[in-house]
């Protein structure tokens, strides 16, 4: 999701549930709590799409002959940028997840960008 609408969705989120008004004397992780702690189970924007993230890239980790087709042209976005080092022929180029090279972010895609972020995150 794009920064400028996760950003408009916590204001808007905020907005209703504080009343757009004076000091906020519950905290936010506290109104994304589950109800069975009493909370208010509120959507938790930057978590969702973590998850989102995370299912991508399970959607990349997936066997060859089960791979979704989106996968097929990321993981060959992914090899076009490899970095130059270490060298790694292009033919061989398949999994940067589960080889040595690993892609040039700057040069990717918003998605396969954040993909990689999140895997960086949680060490995966």
């Not at 033919?91 to 972020?117: E, G, N, Y």
Request: hydrophobic share 40%.
């Amino acid at each position: 999701m794009p920064k400028d609408i996760k950003t408009l969705l916590k204001k808007k989120s905020r907005d209703f549930i504080w009343d757009s008004g004076g000091r906020n004397t519950v905290s936010l992780n506290t109104l994304c709590a589950p109800m069975s702690e009493g909370r208010k189970n509120m959507l938790n924007i930057e978590g969702r799409n973590e998850v989102i993230e995370l299912n991508w890239l399970k959607g990349l980790l997936v066997t060859e002959e089960n791979r979704a087709p989106w996968a097929h042209f990321a993981q060959a976005i992914l090899a076009k940028h490899a970095q130059k080092a270490p060298i790694v022929h292009p033919a061989v180029r398949s999994d940067p997840f589960l080889q040595t090279w690993k892609p040039a972010i700057t040069k990717l895609p918003l998605h396969l960008k954040r993909i990689l972020k999140v895997t960086k995150k949680y060490n995966l």
